[in-house]
Nanobody, 129 residues
Framework: QVQLVESGGGSVQAGGSLRLSCAASGNSYSTYSLGWFRQAPGKEREGVAALGRSFGTSYADSVRGRFTISRDNAKNTLYLQMDSLKPEDTARYYC???????????????????????WGQGTQVTVSS
């Protein structure tokens, strides 16, 4: 199993930046693919970005070019650098882990919450206009 704890959320004005962190622990952490998801009030959870050995990185169209996912295996930490933030980025952001994301999948499938098995509690990001 993998345990995940997010941090780094907060309030920022449109155009600003935030960096989210996800501290991971558990067996074979480095073998898991890791991802970021978000959920706004009244909306379904959606994939934002993912990172894995077999496929590299994947991004949702809505954040590509503005968000960057990275991991530091020495620190057991996953990051999401968020730049040029927009009010529509406002949501609770979750870190997740899976062994089921593969290179053969489409980006949409890879970022589907259904294939991700372990979840953190989330951190709130609020972007004001």
């Amino acid at each position: 199993q993998v345990q995940l704890v997010e941090s780094g959320g907060g309030s920022v004005q449109a155009g600003g930046s935030l960096r989210l962190s996800c501290a991971a622990s558990g067996n074979s952490y480095s073998t898991y693919s890791l991802g970021w998801f978000r959920q706004a009030p009244g909306k379904e959870r959606e994939g934002v970005a993912a990172l894995g050995r077999s496929f590299g990185t994947s991004y949702a169209d809505s954040v590509r070019g503005r968000f960057t996912i990275s991991r530091d295996n020495a620190k057991n930490t996953l990051y999401l650098q968020m730049d040029s933030l927009k009010p529509e980025d406002t949501a609770r952001y979750y870190c997740a882990a899976t062994t089921r994301a593969t290179r053969a999948m489409t980006t949409a499938w890879r970022l589907s919450p259904r294939i991700w098995d372990y979840w953190g509690q989330g951190t709130q990001v609020t972007v004001s206009s």
